[in-house]
Structures are given as C-alpha cells and as structure tokens.
C-alpha cells in the first residue's frame, strides 16, 4: 500500500501521481492522510485502483471518476463524484449538496445522509444512500437509479427523464412530473441488485419507486403551468 | 379606398400605431393561436448601437500609416497565458464560437474545423459534447463544459485544446437552450443520455456550483483532471461586464468570452433574445476596465463575440480592448445558410433569405442547422470550409488594412484613441469622443 499524505506533498503531486497509474500498475491501493478538506482530491482518476482516503474531503472529491475506488473514511463536500463515468465512490459519512451530480456511469455509495440536489442531471450514475436525501434530489435526471433507504426531501425528481428513484422511507413531496409507479418484478430484481451492491440491510419489498410521467417530454400548452 | 364617407365628411389617413406595428400584431396574432411564445434561432434583431456607430480616423500628420503590402501587421494571438501550461496561439484574432452539435450538424461541424484550420484558428464545442468529426478536423479545439453537461466527459475533456466554461450566452442571459424532438436524432439523443424525440431542456445553471467562490474551486478541479495543461475561459453573456469579468478573473480564468445581445443562439424564446442583456458594444469598455482595474490587462485575455460581420468590426471590437472576436451568425453564413439561393424554399417555410431563422425545427433548406438526412445532403463540409477560409481571410485582411490605416504594426496595437463615435449613445457606450468634439458623456473631468 503507497501512503501519501496530502497536507505534506500537495494536492498537484496527488492527482498527478494518481494519473500516472496505468491500467496494470502494481500500485494498486492508496491511502491519503490529512485530507483536512481540501478541494478535489482524486479527481480525474482512470486506472482500477483503490483510494482510501482517510478523514474528510471538500469540493468534488474524486470528480470524473473512471475505473477507480475512491474510499471517503469521513464526510464529503460538494458535487463528490460528480460526473462519474465508471468505478465506485463510498463515502462512511454524509455527503454535502450535489453529490454524483450529472454522473454517466458507476457506483456511488453514501453511508450517511445526501444533502440537496443529489443526483441532479444524473446520466446513468446508481447513487445508493443508507440514510435520507434533501431537497431537490434528482433535478432533471436523465438515467440511472437512486435507493435511498430512509426518507427524501421536497421535490424529488423534479423534471425527471428515465432515472429511476426508490425510496424506503416518506417522500415530502415529489417535483414536476415525477410520479410514484408501479414496482414490478424486473423493478424488484434492479433494486435487490443495486441494495446488495450497497451493503444496504433492507428488502426491496419496503421501497415505492418514483419516475417520470412523461408529461412534460413534449411541449404542450395545457401545461404550462408546469414550465 | 374611399376619401369621403356617406355624409361627404373626409376620412383621415389610415394610420399605423408605432406602438402596435405590425410586427407586434402578427406576435400577438400568433401567440392566441398558439397559446406558447415564440421561440426561435439567432440574435436580437433590433436595432441596437453597435460597431456601425464608430468610425476610426485614420492616420493624419502626428501619426503615420504603414504600407499597406510592405509593412507588416502581426495578427497573431495567444490565448491562455495566465495559468496553463499550452496556451492556444492563433494566427488570427478570430475563433469560431462555441455552436451545438445538434443545433448543427456533423458535416457543419466538419465544414468549421475545416475552415477554421485553414484560417489558422480554433472552433469550440458546444452543447451536446465533442463530435470525432470535429475533434477529428479541428487541431484547435475548446471543448465546452456546460449546465446540461450533455455528452461531459473526462476522455474528451483530456483532448481538449482548451475549455471553456459557459456561464452564459449574449442571446439569453440566464437562460438555458432548448432543442426541439424533431431535432433528436438517433446520435444526438444517445450522446446526451436522452430518449430520442424528446424535447431536450438545458438548464440555465450550472447543476454542481453557484457563485464564484465555488467557480474557484471547479476551475481547480477542472485544471487537476487536465493537469493544469489547457487554458481555461469563462464564457459570460453581456449583462454586467464589469463584475462578471472581475469575478472571472479572481475565480481564475485565463480568459474571458464576453458575448453580447446580439450574439446568436440555436433556439431561445424571442422575448428573451429581444430584451434581456445589453448590445456588444456597451459591453466591451466595462470589461477592459475590470481588467485594468486588476492590472490583467492583456495577463487575462478577453474574447468578443456578438454581431461581428467584418474585418471593421474585428478592428473597432480590439480597439476598444478585446485581444480577439469569436463568430457564430456569419461563420453559418459564410457556409451558406439564409442563402437567396433557396429562397424558394424559405418562401414555402413562410419566410425569406435572410430572416430564417427556425433553425430549431430542424427543416434548414441550406442543410447545416438540421439532423434531416436528406437535408444535410445538400451541404458538401469540404465546400463549406473553404468557404469559411476564404470568409476569414477576408475578415483578417480588412481589419488589417484598417490597423495598418492607423499606423499599427500589430492588430493588438489598435486603441480607443483611433475611434470616433457618430451618435452620442455609442460615444457613451465606447468612450470614445463624438465626432468631430473632444467629448463622450460620462467622460471624467469635463466641464460642459
Ligand atoms: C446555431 C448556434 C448554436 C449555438 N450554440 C451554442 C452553444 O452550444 N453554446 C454556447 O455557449 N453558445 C452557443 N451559441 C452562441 C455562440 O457561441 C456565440 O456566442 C454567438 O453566436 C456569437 O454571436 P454571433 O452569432 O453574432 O457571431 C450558438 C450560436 C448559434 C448561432
């Protein structure tokens, strides 16, 4: 295991030195010591290695992410993960606003709460949360799914596409065009998946799952309220 | 018509209101119609002060002209000094603004990257993501990084020459953009993760930062995935120039784009593209001001865009400060779209050359704003990039003749002292005397 400890070597030698791991480096796990914080820490990442990283992170920590684990032992700031294509970010603590923001692809696990507008403009991102979510959740997510095992905000799934939400818990209110559905077999067998790859102690049959209605795909003048 | 009614009492001359022209009436016709507004391509078409408004004067006893073919005039620019380590160096001081894929279509894109090589300058993404045929044709390319972050990716961003961060356009501040199903391909909606035939909204704001505290922090975060190689710009429309470029430049851009009103989009609502921001040339002073003001002057370079159709244009624009222009409207033109060469087919659209301007329905008679592959057919890129070439060099050739008309050896040389305003509202908006006084409004220290 390589220790790098970021208060002493600099956020540019971190990326930089995280960069320079190919595909079949022998440099396989990372432990980042005094996060304290900062901005950006791993962001850009594109080889299969893991990154354990061990106290608290500040803006989009492990951003872009491809390929890479990217281990929060402590809370996130803002926008973590956002954009990610691949690989898997898992954050013990909460998790600020934005997190897995606009994300293609990847697995985001966050062990405590989501703040606000998680998942907004997702793109194909699992974002998993083992406790509540806030307000404004899933803003015009496109694709992908988000299990939230306790409670969600107001306005969940505000102008939604074809991102699935599954709750556990109360929803306070759903936004623009976002719709409680039906949970059907191949629903039940998405989430069973998604909660084991989680680590989530709860079964798919507790969950009501939310999507768009597909009113507001087209433009139609007798909603336009809703614009 | 008759001029007497039944009592032989002469009527008065029927009289248009210049409140409700007809141009207001057919608006208002169609919005009962229709019950939506109107929403449309390009810039405002108003008539707004602008470049037209000032004039240079040229050289005179204290100040001598260089030959026009012996003497040189340097054009060249470099964009990005400040932090990246590749800074973009430009032949010419005109870059191809940022235009969608989508709004346009591959071959258009292909037409840009080809014409603009020739040229010597670079072409920029736009909302939708980086196409191969425009990586592919263009050795210098800015990659957008939008609200909607369709088609955002780290694998195109590494290839970026440079990145531009959009905050706003002159055609809609603080607005989103809008493309309409029927411009939703099989390609375009794959690369923006979207159903195909869906209206696609882009957001008006940026999903994962407000403010400019948190735009510090995603420029670093911008500038450590691509390891501080590539510039970055900020792209603002022209609303407050003054404040938005100082926050740019203290957020950490090395360079700011400044695109005023009447800056073409793909499709806004006309009210929006009408009446909110303000025209190009009220906007440049301010900027140059926040740069001096910061002593960034020439450090942080400032890119114009907005209704620039001539070389005189590209002159007055870097006279008045900016270090080079981006094009958009006349770069289409220059490919053939609004050509008088369909006009027949503008008719049946209802409308004429020069005035089409439903590039978001998809039904381009020249074939560049369109996904319609039948459309796109009719435009060769091949064609269409030279004459993009042939457009820029023209441009480069004119503004030149004009610096080197007021003894300037370098296009960056051009000052606001080689200008002269003909109404009272540019002399204001540039700061520049009207002609023929020594004078502006707001000019400081004047006794009048
Ligand atoms: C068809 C079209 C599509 C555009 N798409 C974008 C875009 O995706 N992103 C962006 O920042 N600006 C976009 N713009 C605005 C241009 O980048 C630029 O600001 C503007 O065209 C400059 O003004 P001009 O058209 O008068 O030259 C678009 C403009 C046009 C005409």
């Excluded at chain 1, 936004?175 to 798919?204: S, T």
């Amino acid at each position: 295991m390589q220790t790098f400890d970021l208060e002493a070597q600099g956020l540019r030698a971190l990326n930089s030195t995280l960069h320079a791991q190919a595909e079949n480096t022998n440099q396989t796990t990372w432990e980042i010591i005094n996060p304290k914080g900062s901005h950006a820490i791993a962001v850009g990442l594109d080889a299969p290695i893991e990154v354990n990283v061990k106290g608290s992170t500040g803006y989009y920590c492990a951003g872009m992410n491809k390929q890479a684990t990217v281990h929060v032992h402590g809370s996130a700031g803002p926008g973590t993960a956002e954009n990610m294509m691949s690989g898997t970010v898992i954050v013990e603590g909460d998790a600020s606003q934005y997190a897995g923001a606009t994300g293609h692809g990847g697995t985001l696990i966050i062990k405590g709460n989501a703040s606000s507008r998680c998942g907004i403009s997702m793109k194909g991102i699992d974002i998993i949360v083992h406790g509540n979510i806030g307000h404004m959740s899933a803003f015009m997510a496109q694709s992908g799914n988000i299990v939230v095992c306790g409670d969600a905000g107001d306005a969940l799934g505000d102008s939604c596409y074809e991102a699935r939400f599954f709750v556990r818990g109360t929803v306070k209110s759903l936004g623009a065009d976002c719709v409680e559905k039906e949970m059907r077999p191949e629903h039940i067998a998405i989430l069973e998946e998604l909660l084991e790859r989680g680590g989530c102690d709860a079964k798919a049959s507790e969950f009501k799952r939310y999507g768009s209605a597909r009113n507001l795909y087209n433009f139609d003048v007798d909603n336009a309220a809703a614009y | 018509m008759k001029d007497f009614d039944a009592k032989g009492i002469p009527h008065t001359t029927p009289r248009q209101s210049a409140t409700f022209t007809q141009d207001a009436n057919s608006d208002i016709r169609r919005a009962a119609a229709t019950g939506i507004y109107d929403i449309r391509g390009g810039g405002a078409k108003r008539k707004v002060p602008s470049f037209d408004d000032l004039l240079f004067l040229g050289a005179s006893i204290s100040r001598y002209p260089l030959e026009g073919y012996r003497e040189k005039c340097g054009t060249d620019v470099k964009l990005g000094t400040r932090f990246a380590q590749n800074p973009i160096e430009l032949d010419i001081p005109i870059t191809i603004a940022g235009m969608s894929f989508g709004a346009l279509s591959g071959p258009a894109k292909e037409a840009l990257g080809r014409g603009a090589n020739a040229a010597g300058t670079s072409t920029t993404t736009g909302d939708g993501g980086m196409t191969p045929e425009e990586r592919g044709h263009s050795s210098k390319l800015v990659y957008q990084y939008l609200p909607s972050r369709y088609g955002m990716n780290p694998d195109d961003l590494r290839k970026a020459d440079a990145i531009e961060i959009v905050v706003g356009q002159g055609a809609k501040p603080g607005g989103g953009g809008m493309l309409l199903g029927q411009k939703i391909s099989d390609r375009v909606a794959e690369m923006r993760n979207l159903p195909k035939g869906i209206d696609q909204r882009s957001s008006c704001r940026h999903p994962d930062w407000t403010g400019p505290d948190d735009l510090e922090i995603k420029i670093l975060e911008l500038r450590e995935i691509t390891g501080w190689k590539v510039p970055i710009y900020v792209k603002v429309a022209g609303a407050r120039p003054y404040f938005d470029t100082t926050l740019a430049v203290k957020a950490g851009a090395d360079v700011v784009v400044l695109d005023g009103m009447q800056g073409g989009t793909a499709a806004t609502q006309d009210v929006f593209i009408e009446h909110v921001g303000q025209p190009t040339l009220a906007c440049i002073r301010p900027a140059v001001r926040a740069l001096q003001d910061l002593g960034m002057h020439r450090e942080v370079q400032l890119v114009v865009s907005g209704g620039i159709r001539s070389g005189a244009d590209v002159a007055k624009a870097m006279a008045l400060g900016a270090d080079a222009v981006a094009i958009g409207t006349a770069a289409l033109i220059a490919l053939g779209d609004n050509d008088p060469k369909w006009e027949a087919e503008y008719n049946e659209l209802g409308t004429t050359a020069g005035a089409y301007d439903d590039w978001h329905e998809g039904m381009d008679p020249a074939g560049i704003t369109t996904q319609d592959p039948e459309l796109m057919k009719r435009f060769d890129p091949i064609e269409g990039g030279r004459r993009l070439k042939n457009y820029l060099k023209v441009l480069t050739l004119e503004a030149q003749t004009i610096a080197r008309a007021c003894g300037k050896n370098h296009m960056h040389n051009l000052e606001p002292e080689d200008l002269v305003a003909l109404t009272m509202e540019a002399a204001a908006m540039a700061q520049v005397p009207l002609a023929g006084t020594d004078w502006y409004p707001g000019k400081p220290n004047t006794s009048y």
